[in-house]
């Protein structure tokens, strides 16, 4: 009974380990984190999206030290996602789609450093997917991009009331998102 219970302890251990290792996390930046988070959170393979900061030098920073744009942060969106149903090249190429990525300066009605978008990297790998997508949008578009390619350090989780906000306060946020003109300008760059 004992050698059974062994068994079945190291047979729970090692699936837990396994479904981690499936369990992948990357890093976008592109405006407003509630809309970032919102159009990642419906790709399949998506399990879990978190709004914070990234790519700055203050540690813990609020979000009112980040939108100051002096802290080198962006609004990003940490993705956690099921390499069994999502490819990294997926995301990018979704999250690419969801952006204005000729537009350095922020992103819609959001402007500043702290709204620019950026995709941050992890290995060599995601980074030559990330040039690669960008080269590619160059040609179609014949026109320069100007989204960030940083190398991933560290993200800080946002405040509580920006986890799920599209979702949490819907009404507010489809009002935002209007008022900001995002789907419109989408709908220029790529022709929805």
């Known amino acids: 009974m004992k050698n059974i219970l062994i068994i079945i302890v190291a047979l729970f251990i090692a699936q837990e380990v396994y479904s981690e290792e499936k369990q992948k996390k990357a890093y976008f ?3 407003c984190f509630w809309c970032v988070e919102e159009y990642l959170d419906k790709i399949d393979g998506v399990s879990k999206t978190i709004s914070g900061y990234s790519g700055g030098h203050l540690e813990n920073p609020t979000y009112k030290q980040v939108v100051s744009n002096l802290t080198g942060h962006v609004e990003a969106v940490e ?3 099921d390499v069994d149903k999502v490819n990294y090249s997926k995301l990018v190429s979704v999250h690419l789609k969801n952006i204005n990525p000729f537009d350095g300066d ?3 009605c959001d402007r500043g450093e702290s709204y620019k978008p950026a995709i941050f990297y992890t290995n060599n790998y995601e980074k030559k997917i990330i040039i690669d997508s960008l080269m590619k949008i160059e040609k179609e578009f014949k026109r320069k991009t100007n989204v960030a ?3 991933f350090k560290k ?3 946002g405040e509580d009331y920006h986890q799920d ?3 949490k306060s819907f009404i507010n946020y489809l009002i935002y ?3 900001c003109g995002r789907e419109q300008k989408l709908n220029e760059i790529w022709n929805y």
Do not use: E, H
Request: cysteine-free.
């Open 29 to 31: 930046a592109g405006g």
């Open 79 to 81: 993705v956690t996602y």
């Open 106 to 108: 922020g992103q819609f």
């Open 149 to 151: 390619v940083i190398k």
């Open 155 to 157: 993200f800080y989780r």
């Open 165 to 167: 906000y599209y979702q």
């Open 177 to 179: 998102k209007s008022g």
